[in-house]
Protein backbone atom coordinates (compact mmCIF):
# COMPACT_ATOMS: atom_id res chain seq x y z
CA UNK A 1 0.00 0.00 0.00
CA UNK A 2 1.45 3.21 -0.73
CA UNK A 3 2.42 5.40 1.91
CA UNK A 4 0.15 8.08 3.23
CA UNK A 5 1.06 11.74 2.53
CA UNK A 6 1.45 14.09 5.63
CA UNK A 7 0.14 17.85 5.21
CA UNK A 8 2.81 20.52 7.27
CA UNK A 9 0.47 20.15 10.57
CA UNK A 10 1.03 16.52 11.06
CA UNK A 11 3.46 17.62 13.89
CA UNK A 12 1.05 19.93 15.50
CA UNK A 13 -2.13 16.86 15.30
CA UNK A 14 0.51 14.20 16.89
CA UNK A 15 1.42 17.10 19.69
CA UNK A 16 -2.18 17.50 20.12
CA UNK A 17 -2.67 13.83 20.17
CA UNK A 18 -5.04 13.43 17.38
CA UNK A 19 -6.46 9.66 16.51
CA UNK A 20 -5.57 9.61 12.70
CA UNK A 21 -7.09 8.59 9.73
CA UNK A 22 -6.00 7.29 5.86
CA UNK A 23 -8.36 9.66 4.13
CA UNK A 24 -7.77 10.35 0.40
CA UNK A 25 -3.99 9.36 -0.04
CA UNK A 26 -3.52 11.08 3.31
CA UNK A 27 -3.26 11.01 6.98
CA UNK A 28 -5.44 13.26 8.62
CA UNK A 29 -6.98 13.63 12.03
CA UNK A 30 -10.65 12.32 12.50
CA UNK A 31 -10.39 13.68 16.20
CA UNK A 32 -8.84 15.05 19.02
CA UNK A 33 -11.20 15.45 22.29
CA UNK A 34 -13.93 14.01 20.61
CA UNK A 35 -16.34 14.35 17.24
CA UNK A 36 -19.38 16.05 19.81
CA UNK A 37 -17.08 18.20 21.47
CA UNK A 38 -15.65 19.53 18.29
CA UNK A 39 -18.61 19.37 16.82
CA UNK A 40 -20.25 21.71 19.42
CA UNK A 41 -17.34 24.29 19.23
CA UNK A 42 -18.16 24.54 15.59
CA UNK A 43 -21.63 25.23 16.68
CA UNK A 44 -21.45 27.62 19.45
CA UNK A 45 -17.69 29.16 19.25
CA UNK A 46 -14.96 28.36 17.05
CA UNK A 47 -13.63 25.79 15.21
CA UNK A 48 -10.24 25.06 13.29
CA UNK A 49 -9.66 22.34 10.20
CA UNK A 50 -6.52 21.27 8.51
CA UNK A 51 -7.50 21.16 5.45
CA UNK A 52 -4.09 21.06 3.90
CA UNK A 53 -4.75 17.91 1.88
CA UNK A 54 -7.04 19.46 -0.58
CA UNK A 55 -5.69 20.66 -3.91
CA UNK A 56 -4.68 24.13 -5.39
CA UNK A 57 -4.26 25.15 -9.03
CA UNK A 58 -3.61 28.39 -10.37
CA UNK A 59 -4.68 29.11 -14.23
CA UNK A 60 -3.59 32.63 -15.71
CA UNK A 61 -4.68 33.47 -19.30
CA UNK A 62 -7.25 34.63 -21.95
CA UNK A 63 -10.94 33.08 -19.93
CA UNK A 64 -12.51 33.13 -22.92
CA UNK A 65 -10.39 32.39 -26.02
CA UNK A 66 -8.54 29.17 -23.76
CA UNK A 67 -10.86 26.54 -23.33
CA UNK A 68 -10.86 26.97 -19.35
CA UNK A 69 -14.19 27.94 -19.75
CA UNK A 70 -15.55 24.90 -21.07
CA UNK A 71 -13.74 22.68 -18.10
CA UNK A 72 -16.45 23.08 -16.07
CA UNK A 73 -20.22 24.19 -15.25
CA UNK A 74 -19.40 27.18 -13.26
CA UNK A 75 -18.91 30.24 -16.06
CA UNK A 76 -15.61 31.74 -15.20
CA UNK A 77 -16.12 34.53 -17.72
CA UNK A 78 -19.15 35.69 -15.80
CA UNK A 79 -17.87 35.15 -12.46
CA UNK A 80 -16.85 38.93 -10.72
CA UNK A 81 -13.42 39.23 -9.35
CA UNK A 82 -13.04 38.57 -5.82
CA UNK A 83 -16.09 36.13 -5.84
CA UNK A 84 -15.71 31.98 -5.91
CA UNK A 85 -18.19 29.53 -6.59
CA UNK A 86 -18.93 26.20 -6.50
CA UNK A 87 -19.24 23.74 -9.43
CA UNK A 88 -18.48 20.44 -11.23
CA UNK A 89 -15.56 19.29 -13.60
CA UNK A 90 -18.01 16.57 -15.89
CA UNK A 91 -17.06 13.84 -18.15
CA UNK A 92 -18.80 13.22 -21.44
CA UNK A 93 -21.37 11.52 -19.97
CA UNK A 94 -21.95 13.88 -17.47
CA UNK A 95 -20.67 11.62 -14.32
CA UNK A 96 -18.80 13.75 -11.79
CA UNK A 97 -15.08 13.85 -11.93
CA UNK A 98 -15.12 16.02 -9.02
CA UNK A 99 -17.10 18.82 -7.31
CA UNK A 100 -14.46 21.76 -6.81
CA UNK A 101 -14.82 25.72 -5.80
CA UNK A 102 -13.12 28.35 -8.38
CA UNK A 103 -12.01 31.58 -7.30
CA UNK A 104 -12.00 34.68 -9.44
CA UNK A 105 -8.21 36.41 -8.39
CA UNK A 106 -8.70 38.74 -11.40
CA UNK A 107 -10.16 39.19 -14.78
CA UNK A 108 -7.67 36.41 -16.08
CA UNK A 109 -6.60 34.41 -12.99
CA UNK A 110 -8.02 31.75 -11.39
CA UNK A 111 -7.72 29.41 -8.39
CA UNK A 112 -9.15 26.24 -8.81
CA UNK A 113 -10.03 24.13 -5.21
CA UNK A 114 -9.95 20.57 -5.70
CA UNK A 115 -10.52 17.31 -3.39
CA UNK A 116 -7.10 15.66 -2.34
CA UNK A 117 -8.01 12.27 -3.86
CA UNK A 118 -8.88 13.53 -6.77
CA UNK A 119 -6.07 16.28 -7.37
CA UNK A 120 -4.47 14.17 -10.25
CA UNK A 121 -7.47 13.20 -12.53
CA UNK A 122 -8.37 17.18 -12.27
CA UNK A 123 -5.19 18.62 -13.12
CA UNK A 124 -5.29 16.35 -16.18
CA UNK A 125 -8.68 17.18 -17.25
CA UNK A 126 -8.28 20.59 -16.61
CA UNK A 127 -4.79 20.65 -18.70
CA UNK A 128 -5.80 18.73 -21.65
CA UNK A 129 -8.40 21.14 -22.33
CA UNK A 130 -6.34 24.30 -21.90
CA UNK A 131 -5.01 25.55 -25.38
CA UNK A 132 -2.90 28.27 -24.04
CA UNK A 133 -2.57 30.25 -20.55
CA UNK A 134 -0.52 29.00 -17.70
CA UNK A 135 -1.93 26.55 -15.68
CA UNK A 136 0.24 25.02 -12.62
CA UNK A 137 -0.75 22.63 -9.55
CA UNK A 138 0.18 24.23 -6.36
CA UNK A 139 -1.18 22.12 -4.26
CA UNK A 140 2.21 20.63 -2.26
CA UNK A 141 3.08 24.66 -1.40
CA UNK A 142 -0.01 25.86 -0.33
CA UNK A 143 -1.60 24.78 2.80
CA UNK A 144 -5.34 25.64 4.10
CA UNK A 145 -6.94 25.88 7.09
CA UNK A 146 -10.89 26.74 8.12
CA UNK A 147 -12.07 28.19 10.98
CA UNK A 148 -15.57 27.90 11.17
CA UNK A 149 -18.34 29.07 14.09
CA UNK A 150 -20.30 31.95 14.90
CA UNK A 151 -16.80 33.22 16.75
CA UNK A 152 -14.57 32.77 14.36
CA UNK A 153 -14.79 36.16 12.91
CA UNK A 154 -13.63 37.87 15.82
CA UNK A 155 -10.75 35.45 16.25
CA UNK A 156 -9.94 35.91 12.95
CA UNK A 157 -10.38 40.03 13.50
CA UNK A 158 -7.36 39.84 15.13
CA UNK A 159 -4.69 38.36 12.80
CA UNK A 160 -6.43 40.23 9.89
CA UNK A 161 -5.94 43.76 8.51
CA UNK A 162 -8.67 43.01 5.87
CA UNK A 163 -12.15 44.31 7.46
CA UNK A 164 -13.71 41.06 7.63
CA UNK A 165 -17.24 42.87 7.79
CA UNK A 166 -16.59 43.67 3.99
CA UNK A 167 -16.92 40.31 2.94
CA UNK A 168 -20.34 38.65 1.82
CA UNK A 169 -21.03 34.93 1.58
CA UNK A 170 -18.21 33.23 -1.40
CA UNK A 171 -16.51 36.92 -1.57
CA UNK A 172 -13.15 36.75 -0.56
CA UNK A 173 -9.58 38.95 -0.69
CA UNK A 174 -5.88 38.54 -1.00
CA UNK A 175 -4.37 40.00 2.14
CA UNK A 176 -1.60 39.22 4.69
CA UNK A 177 -1.85 36.97 7.83
CA UNK A 178 1.20 36.98 10.20
CA UNK A 179 2.95 39.16 7.67
CA UNK A 180 2.74 36.66 4.62
CA UNK A 181 0.16 36.44 1.72
CA UNK A 182 -2.67 34.94 2.43
CA UNK A 183 -6.26 34.31 0.58
CA UNK A 184 -9.26 34.39 3.12
CA UNK A 185 -12.73 33.41 1.58
CA UNK A 186 -16.19 33.87 3.48
CA UNK A 187 -16.72 29.90 2.65
CA UNK A 188 -17.52 26.79 4.76
CA UNK A 189 -19.86 23.34 4.45
CA UNK A 190 -20.30 23.63 8.43
CA UNK A 191 -23.67 26.56 8.05
CA UNK A 192 -21.96 28.21 10.41
CA UNK A 193 -20.04 31.84 9.35
CA UNK A 194 -16.57 30.77 8.64
CA UNK A 195 -13.65 31.49 6.45
CA UNK A 196 -11.21 29.49 4.43
CA UNK A 197 -7.23 30.45 4.61
CA UNK A 198 -4.99 30.16 2.40
CA UNK A 199 -1.51 30.65 3.29
CA UNK A 200 2.18 29.20 2.24
CA UNK A 201 3.76 25.79 4.36
CA UNK A 202 6.12 27.94 6.43
CA UNK A 203 3.05 30.18 7.74
CA UNK A 204 0.73 27.41 8.52
CA UNK A 205 1.74 26.09 11.54
CA UNK A 206 2.46 29.25 13.42
CA UNK A 207 -1.14 30.59 11.99
CA UNK A 208 -2.33 27.38 13.40
CA UNK A 209 -0.58 27.81 16.97
CA UNK A 210 -2.34 31.53 16.68
CA UNK A 211 -5.84 30.82 16.46
CA UNK A 212 -5.62 27.89 19.01
CA UNK A 213 -4.05 30.45 21.04
CA UNK A 214 -6.87 32.58 20.38
CA UNK A 215 -9.54 29.81 21.47
CA UNK A 216 -10.28 28.02 18.30
CA UNK A 217 -11.02 24.12 18.88
CA UNK A 218 -9.08 21.86 16.78
CA UNK A 219 -11.44 19.51 14.98
CA UNK A 220 -11.09 16.83 13.06
CA UNK A 221 -12.65 14.63 9.80
CA UNK A 222 -14.99 13.16 11.93
CA UNK A 223 -16.75 16.47 13.42
CA UNK A 224 -16.39 17.60 10.02
CA UNK A 225 -18.29 14.97 7.95
CA UNK A 226 -21.24 15.59 10.81
CA UNK A 227 -21.14 19.34 10.55
CA UNK A 228 -21.72 18.90 6.88
CA UNK A 229 -24.27 15.92 6.61
CA UNK A 230 -26.54 18.59 8.83
CA UNK A 231 -26.67 21.06 6.30
CA UNK A 232 -27.14 18.01 3.52
CA UNK A 233 -23.82 18.99 1.78
CA UNK A 234 -23.26 16.01 -0.49
CA UNK A 235 -19.41 14.69 -0.19
CA UNK A 236 -17.46 13.32 -3.48
CA UNK A 237 -17.52 9.67 -3.43
CA UNK A 238 -20.78 9.54 -1.63
CA UNK A 239 -23.08 11.36 -3.35
CA UNK A 240 -20.94 12.18 -6.24
CA UNK A 241 -18.82 9.95 -8.63
CA UNK A 242 -18.24 9.82 -11.92
CA UNK A 243 -21.33 7.53 -12.68
CA UNK A 244 -23.48 10.07 -10.72
CA UNK A 245 -24.77 13.58 -12.51
CA UNK A 246 -25.38 16.76 -10.67
CA UNK A 247 -28.65 15.92 -11.94
CA UNK A 248 -29.50 12.60 -10.31
CA UNK A 249 -27.48 14.57 -6.88
CA UNK A 250 -30.32 17.13 -6.51
CA UNK A 251 -27.93 19.82 -7.41
CA UNK A 252 -29.17 21.10 -10.15
CA UNK A 253 -29.51 24.41 -8.85
CA UNK A 254 -25.55 24.89 -9.87
CA UNK A 255 -26.13 23.70 -13.26
CA UNK A 256 -26.86 26.39 -15.97
CA UNK A 257 -27.39 25.80 -19.83
CA UNK A 258 -26.72 29.29 -20.99
CA UNK A 259 -23.12 27.84 -22.76
CA UNK A 260 -21.05 25.07 -23.55
CA UNK A 261 -19.26 22.86 -21.63
CA UNK A 262 -18.35 19.26 -21.14
CA UNK A 263 -21.05 17.03 -20.03
CA UNK A 264 -23.56 19.82 -20.95
CA UNK A 265 -25.23 17.51 -23.54
CA UNK A 266 -25.62 14.43 -21.72
CA UNK A 267 -27.12 16.93 -18.61
CA UNK A 268 -29.61 18.35 -21.34
CA UNK A 269 -30.78 14.74 -22.32
CA UNK A 270 -31.51 14.05 -18.62
CA UNK A 271 -32.77 16.80 -18.72
CA UNK A 272 -35.25 16.16 -21.23
CA UNK A 273 -35.48 12.43 -20.47
CA UNK A 274 -35.86 12.54 -16.44
CA UNK A 275 -33.33 11.32 -14.65
CA UNK A 276 -32.87 7.40 -13.46
CA UNK A 277 -32.60 8.11 -10.21
CA UNK A 278 -32.50 11.10 -7.18
CA UNK A 279 -30.62 11.33 -3.91
CA UNK A 280 -33.09 11.40 -0.74
CA UNK A 281 -32.75 13.00 2.32
CA UNK A 282 -33.83 10.84 5.73
CA UNK A 283 -34.30 10.51 9.39
CA UNK A 284 -34.24 7.48 11.58
CA UNK A 285 -36.24 9.14 14.08
CA UNK A 286 -34.17 7.80 16.82
CA UNK A 287 -30.92 7.58 17.41
CA UNK A 288 -29.66 4.71 15.16
CA UNK A 289 -27.28 6.20 12.64
CA UNK A 290 -27.44 4.73 9.37
CA UNK A 291 -24.44 4.25 7.49
CA UNK A 292 -22.54 4.43 3.72
CA UNK A 293 -23.41 1.07 2.04
CA UNK A 294 -26.83 0.30 4.00
CA UNK A 295 -29.54 -0.88 1.32
CA UNK A 296 -33.00 0.94 1.36
CA UNK A 297 -36.10 -0.68 0.68
CA UNK A 298 -40.20 0.01 -0.29
CA UNK A 299 -42.33 -2.28 -0.64
CA UNK A 300 -40.31 -5.39 0.31
CA UNK A 301 -37.59 -4.03 -3.37
CA UNK A 302 -34.72 -3.13 -3.08
CA UNK A 303 -34.47 0.45 -4.42
CA UNK A 304 -31.00 1.78 -3.32
CA UNK A 305 -28.19 2.94 -1.38
CA UNK A 306 -27.38 5.05 1.57
CA UNK A 307 -24.79 7.49 0.46
CA UNK A 308 -24.29 9.05 4.00
CA UNK A 309 -25.18 8.61 6.85
CA UNK A 310 -24.14 9.62 11.09
CA UNK A 311 -26.19 10.43 14.19
CA UNK A 312 -26.73 14.24 14.41
CA UNK A 313 -26.14 15.99 17.76
CA UNK A 314 -27.94 18.97 16.84
CA UNK A 315 -30.79 17.03 15.81
CA UNK A 316 -30.72 14.35 18.24
CA UNK A 317 -31.60 11.44 15.40
CA UNK A 318 -29.89 9.48 12.95
CA UNK A 319 -29.60 10.94 9.55
CA UNK A 320 -28.51 10.20 5.52
CA UNK A 321 -28.71 10.82 2.51
CA UNK A 322 -29.61 7.98 -0.09
CA UNK A 323 -29.54 7.34 -4.21
CA UNK A 324 -32.62 5.70 -5.09
CA UNK A 325 -33.98 4.57 -8.61
CA UNK A 326 -36.85 6.93 -9.99
CA UNK A 327 -38.34 3.89 -11.57
CA UNK A 328 -38.83 1.75 -8.20
CA UNK A 329 -39.15 4.68 -5.72
CA UNK A 330 -42.74 6.04 -4.86
CA UNK A 331 -43.09 8.74 -2.89
CA UNK A 332 -45.66 8.94 0.53
CA UNK A 333 -44.90 4.79 0.46
CA UNK A 334 -42.80 3.46 3.62
CA UNK A 335 -38.98 3.22 3.45
CA UNK A 336 -36.43 1.44 5.46
CA UNK A 337 -32.74 0.49 5.45
CA UNK A 338 -31.40 -2.71 6.03
CA UNK A 339 -27.96 -4.37 6.72
CA UNK A 340 -26.32 -7.59 8.35
CA UNK A 341 -28.20 -6.69 11.61
CA UNK A 342 -31.33 -6.12 10.56
CA UNK A 343 -33.73 -3.38 9.12
CA UNK A 344 -34.65 0.17 10.57
CA UNK A 345 -37.53 2.29 9.19
CA UNK A 346 -36.63 5.56 7.83
CA UNK A 347 -38.69 8.91 7.06
CA UNK A 348 -38.09 11.27 4.26
CA UNK A 349 -37.36 14.90 5.25
CA UNK A 350 -35.91 18.10 3.77
CA UNK A 351 -32.66 19.66 3.37
CA UNK A 352 -31.10 20.82 5.88
CA UNK A 353 -31.54 18.76 8.71
CA UNK A 354 -30.37 21.26 10.92
CA UNK A 355 -31.79 24.85 10.87
CA UNK A 356 -30.68 27.46 13.05
CA UNK A 357 -33.30 28.20 16.03
Known amino acids: MDQLKRTVLFEKHQQLQAKSIGFGGWEMPVQYEGIIKEHQACRQDAALFDISHMGEFFYEGNLEESGVNEVSTTDFVALPVGKC ?16 IVYKLSPNRLMFVVNAARIDAD ?22 IDIQGPKSKALLQTLCSFDLDELQYFGFTETTLL ?17 ELYIDNETAPKLWDQLIALGATPAGLG ?18 DETITPLEASLGFFVKFNRPYIGKEALEIQKKEGIPRKIIAFSTRTKRAPRHGFEIFQNGQKIGMVTSGTFSPSVGEGIGLGLVTCAQYQQGEPLEIKNERGAVAIYETTLPFYKKS
Do not use: C, W
Open 179 to 195: DAPAIVSRTGYTGELGY
Open 85 to 100: KYGFLLNEKGGVIDDL
Open 223 to 240: ARDVLRMEMGYSLYGHEL
Open 123 to 144: FQQIKSHIKSGIFEDKSNVTAK
